[in-house]
């Protein structure tokens, strides 16, 4: 008897386990997180090319970056950028190309971080390392 009573309850778990309207409950559940976590990042690169004491920075990205909306409310795919050199104090920029001057002798650092109109981040960042001589 309790052979019986195992067979049939191993029937019903495999029965229940193979049924489409549990997978595709799973799938659609899935699919749906899946849509509302991937929020497109933009790509970004920073290259940084140094003469005397200053550096021209340029950045790469496919963000639309607004002057016309910075600080204003967010926009998907539109935004703005961040710059941190050694660390200091935060530098709002709207451009794709900035010169860095006065700067002096030694090894700098430079966050570049990607934001959207409100300054929310995108979670897109570079840091590069250069020295001026």
Not at 2 to 30: E, K, R
Not at 61 to 79: F, M, N, Q, R, W
Not at 80 to 102: F, P
Request: aromatic letters at 4%; proline letters at 2%; charged letters at 25%.
């Amino acid at each position: 008897m309790n052979l019986w009573y195992i067979s049939l309850l191993l029937c019903v778990l495999i029965t229940s386990g193979c049924s489409n309207q549990n997978t595709s409950t799973i799938a659609s559940v899935h699919d749906h997180s899946s849509n509302a976590d991937q929020e497109k990042k933009p790509k970004l690169e920073v290259e940084v090319k140094t003469s005397g004491k200053q550096a021209a920075v340029e950045i790469k990205t496919d963000l639309k970056i607004s002057k016309e909306h910075y600080g204003k409310e967010k926009v998907a795919g539109e935004g703005h950028i961040h710059m941190y050199l050694d660390n200091g104090e935060k530098q709002g920029v709207t451009d794709i190309t900035n010169v860095l001057t006065g700067l002096t002798p030694g090894i700098h650092t430079l966050k570049v971080s990607l934001h959207n109109n409100d300054h929310t981040p995108y979670d897109v960042q570079r840091t590069v390392e250069f020295e001026i001589k």
